[in-house]
Nanobody, 122 residues
Framework: QLVESGGGSVQPGGSLRLSCAAS????????IGWFRQAPGKEREAIAC????????YFINSMKGRFTISRDNAQNTVALQVYSLEPEDTDVYYC?????????????????WGPGTQVTVSS
């Protein structure tokens, strides 16, 4: 089971640190992805972190404002978001994939968290 936290309301230009925590399993054995989704839109990939070497992958449009990292001791994966814009207002999800390579395809992920709302407005 995955649970996201750290969402909330922030002004444009602000930053947030979202966290993905697991219970009943260890995240270090999974590729972990972060996604976001607005109402009526498809779920959009942001980034993924590999289980093997911690290699990180970002959707091109997300590079520069997002970082993703693991803390295996805490069994968490964090997504740091900088320079938030109103267009970043979405529900943010983390997901775990048992395959052997990061992917940006939501349908390939095995387990999802319920999501955390991020609202960017002045």
């Amino acid at each position: 089971q995955l649970v996201e936290s750290g969402g909330g309301s922030v002004q444009p230009g602000g930053s947030l640190r979202l966290s993905c925590a697991a219970s009943g399993s260890s995240l270090e054995y999974y590729e972990i992805g972060w996604f976001r989704q607005a109402p009526g839109k498809e779920r959009e990939a942001i980034a993924c972190i590999s289980r093997n070497d911690g290699e990180t992958y970002f959707i091109n449009s997300m590079k520069g404002r997002f970082t993703i990292s693991r803390d295996n001791a805490q069994n968490t994966v964090a997504l740091q978001v900088y320079s938030l814009e109103p267009e970043d207002t979405d529900v943010y999800y983390c997901a775990a994939y048992g395959g052997w390579a990061c992917t940006g395809t939501p349908g390939q992920y095995d387990v999802w968290g319920p999501g955390t709302q991020v609202t960017v407005s002045s």
